[in-house]
């Protein structure tokens, strides 16, 4: 579930964040309400933006908005690593994304919450206010991590002077582009969705990667998070797949509670899915199989059959690969692009 910090700074602020926060059931909130919560007096809100930005996906504050920027200034990261940041005034008229408003889904949340409000959201970025394809957003909402998002302004900004902008997949395309999109152009800018990312059809290219890609990964009891880490880089290199790909690892039930496993979910961010022997008996394709590995859990082969079945059944980009007690195998989910039009 997404992080949300509400910080407001008078009675009025408190109870405008307090109907604000009831808008996100979607997200952990938490409020801070500095002249109202007698524990707050005296703390720095400056140490508390520092925090806030580095562990939420969101932060509201309810006030005034040079506040808000003199408080997060200090501690920006950059486009693609910040958190949406939104201003709403304390008598809840007008709702401001101020940072991160494609990647982070700073100005869909404002829009969400002025709807919930009664209030005006006040949206301010060029490709929004002139309805111009976004990159970062169609990246955003379609799962796609961005490599190199200085590239971001070489694109958005061939669009809004109505230039032509390039892309080039290395999946389908369904439906038609946008406007001012080309996928045969000889253009300036540029974005390239796929895992090549050492591909530079364009001067200024922007790669956006689709996080489809699980790791299968078996491994010896009491294997250290290093040794996985290293194994799945090692299969990651094999299949030519950027690390951005890889949205979540996949092992035997058996493995669930696994300490190295989960460390290096948990330093990755992924999510471990696993399975029973039975399940990954059941999956379809054509696998690598082990006598041991099947007297041992039931299941001829982990890391090939646990991917398949995290990707829904999708394609084997890699197949067993072993490192010191650890075996890998990556999959991808089936994907598609789209554009609206």
Not at 138 to 166: F, M, Y
Not at 234 to 261: F, H, N, Q, T, Y
Request: net charge negative; charged share 20%; aromatic share 6%.
């Amino acid at each position: 579930m997404k992080h949300a910090k509400f910080v407001s700074f008078t009675e009025v602020g408190a109870r405008t964040a307090a109907r604000a926060a009831a808008l996100l059931p979607d997200f952990l909130t938490e409020r801070y309400a500095r002249t109202v919560d007698p524990s707050l007096s005296g703390t720095s809100l400056s140490r508390f933006a520092q925090q806030a930005m580095v562990d939420c996906d969101l932060i509201v504050f309810v006030g005034a908005a040079g506040i808000a920027v003199r408080a997060v200034a200090p501690y920006l990261a950059g486009k693609a690593y910040d958190p949406a940041v939104i201003v709403i005034d304390e008598a809840g008229r007008f709702v401001i994304p101020v940072l991160s408003g494609h990647l982070g889904g700073a100005n869909e949340l404002a829009e969400r919450l002025a709807d919930g409000l009664g209030a005006q959201a006040v949206v301010t970025t060029a490709t929004d206010g002139r309805d111009v394809f976004a990159v970062d957003n169609w990246a955003r909402d379609n799962g796609c991590a961005v490599l190199d998002p200085p590239q971001i302004k070489h694109v958005s900004g061939a669009l809004l002077r109505g230039e032509t902008v390039g892309v080039r997949s290395g999946f389908p395309v369904d439906g038609r582009l946008p406007a001012h999109i080309s996928l045969n152009a000889d253009a300036e800018s540029g974005f390239v969705i796929g895992f090549d990312t050492k591909a530079v059809p364009f001067a200024h290219t922007l790669h956006l990667v689709p996080r489809i890609v699980y790791a299968g990964i078996g491994c010896r009891r009491g294997m250290d998070a290093d040794k996985i880490e290293s194994a799945v880089q090692e299969a990651l290199e094999a299949a030519g797949v950027p690390r951005e790909a890889v949205c979540g690892a996949a092992s035997i039930d058996i493995k669930k509670d696994e300490p190295g496993l989960l460390l290096f979910c948990q330093t990755h961010g992924l999510a471990l899915t696993t399975f029973s022997a039975e399940a990954l008996r059941q999956a379809a394709g054509d696998f690598t199989p082990s006598a041991f590995v099947a007297e041992t859990v039931g299941v001829d082969n982990v890391c090939e059959r646990a991917a398949v079945c995290a990707a829904g059944g999708g394609r084997l980009l890699c197949r067993k690969t072993a490192r010191d007690g650890v075996t890998v195998a990556l999959a991808a989910r089936d994907f598609r692009v789209r554009f609206d039009g």
